[in-house]
């Protein structure tokens, strides 16, 4: 997600609602841990000093089978 009207200094804060389905890094990448459904949010400081944030849901599926 991006933030719109956020300083181009200010460093964005990534979190997810369940690290248990998808871990998400310093720089918004996220990572798959297992199946299910989470919420990856991230704030930061707008230009007025007040935080915005944003949220996507995120499906994280089972993985395919290479075999096939």
């Not at 930061?44 to 599926?61: F, Y």
């Amino acid at each position: 997600p991006m933030v719109t009207g956020v300083q181009t200094c200010a460093l964005p804060i990534y979190s997810s609602e369940d690290d248990a389905i998808a871990e998400v890094d310093d720089q918004g990448v996220v990572t798959g841990v297992a199946s299910g459904n989470t919420t990856v949010t991230v704030t930061a400081e707008t230009d007025s000093g007040t935080q915005a944030s944003d949220t996507v849901e995120i499906r994280v599926l089972d993985r395919l089978n290479d075999e096939n």
